[in-house]
């Protein structure tokens, strides 16, 4: 297991590498250009200045997440070619660079969705909270009149530009099906594992976030049988899985631990965090403590010790604590107490599986 932190970059992020080099165990960045649209071809330049920063701090900044999809290639319109093309080329750039994986996801219009960046735990601590009626019942177009009158109804993912567009992108979507998007995946992964496997760069989807549809807008990387499809349209380790166990954890029926004995071998990086679900179907993000929430952390490190994952890893989020101010869910404190969990379940499991090897 290779420990990642997760950046978004000088003047972007109130963490800075000089505290993420002080997290034991950590020795890249995790980064993005936040401020290219998606579709965009990544210019060098701006490429190279997280290369210099990243060098100057000692980090390697081997995995990038994401370099986004275009909404054109997810609805499957010609004018996606011409993205593919420009994401082809931002490949063999990162390469140039010492890339070695790739994040991304395929869900509709959305990012992750939380319906509260800052729900308050028992502890006083806050996190990002879902309350799952609210978002069942509501009629999208309604949403967007209701966000347009009231600003701070805002949602992760939500970009300003992005709301501008958002009805027509609802409207872009009428009639759009899973099979249309899983027509529409196998496209965009054809033309694009073969062009990270000459680059050497793995690219791995991240699961939809929370995994079900939303907004009547279809969402298909959300349980073991379909990353299983997705995994089998370009049967290749270079066509791998981002696997998130708090994203995957949102629905209890998913067994992430069989997961990764299933997929071992396609797993190039892992969000490992925890979630607490509650019977409705709401959910909040806790400390990374197995029994803090619904998710079997402690299994979980087990199955990648235990299959001798060589991957990366991110403790993925964290709550806000000690009065810390933060882009939600990315702040220092619980994100460094969530690794240190991980690496103390990690060595013990090493420690144990040594002493067996000794008795035996
Ligand atoms: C959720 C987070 C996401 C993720 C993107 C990947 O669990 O990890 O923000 O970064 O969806 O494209
Ligand atoms: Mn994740």
Not at 64 to 78: A, F, Q, R, T, Y
Not at 176 to 189: K, P
Not at 285 to 311: L, P
Request: hydrophobic share 40%; charged share 25%.
């Amino acid at each position: 297991m290779k420990m990642v932190f997760r950046w978004f970059g000088e003047g972007n992020d109130t963490v800075s590498l000089d505290q993420i080099r002080q997290i034991p165990g950590v020795e890249g960045i995790v980064w993005s250009l936040h401020d290219v649209p998606a579709g965009d071809e990544w210019p060098m330049d701006k490429i190279m200045e997280v290369k210099a920063q990243a060098d100057k701090a000692g980090l390697h900044l081997k995995v990038v997440e994401s370099v986004n999809v275009h909404e054109d290639i997810k609805l499957g319109l010609p004018s996606r070619d011409l993205y593919i093309d420009n994401y082809k080329k931002t490949i063999a750039k990162l390469a140039q660079v010492g890339v070695k994986v790739i994040c991304y996801n395929f869900m509709p219009v959305f990012d992750w969705l939380r319906t509260d960046l800052h729900k308050e735990l028992e502890d006083g601590s806050t996190a990002l909270f879902y309350e799952k009626g609210r978002i069942d019942n509501i009629d999208p177009y309604e949403l967007v009149k209701q966000i347009n009158e009231n600003s701070s109804l805002t949602m992760p993912g939500w970009e300003p530009e992005r709301l501008q567009h958002l009805t027509k992108l609802f409207d872009a979507y009428q009639g759009v099906t899973e099979e249309h998007l899983w027509e529409n995946l196998a496209y965009f992964l054809k033309e694009i594992v073969p062009v990270a496997a000459e680059h050497d760069i793995k690219i791995a989807i991240h699961p939809d976030d929370p995994p079900w549809p939303i907004f009547g807008l279809p969402r298909i990387i959300t349980s073991r049988d379909n990353i299983r499809k997705m995994l089998a349209i370009v049967e290749s380790p270079y066509n791998g899985v981002t696997l998130c166990s708090g994203s995957l954890g949102a629905n209890p029926n998913n067994d992430i631990v069989a997961m990764i004995h299933e997929f071992k071998d396609r797993i190039p990086f892992a969000h490992i965090r925890n979630v607490r679900v509650y019977d409705n179907g709401d959910f909040i993000e806790t400390s990374h403590r197995t029994q803090d929430g619904s998710v079997d952390i402690t299994g979980i490190v087990q199955a990648y010790h235990d299959t001798g994952f060589e991957g990366f890893a991110r403790p993925d989020h964290g709550r806000h604590l000690w009065g810390e101010k933060c882009r939600p869910g990315y702040g220092l404190y619980d994100r460094a107490l969530g690794i240190m969990y991980l690496w103390g379940l990690w060595d013990a499991f090493s420690r144990q599986a040594e002493r067996k090897e000794a008795r035996a």
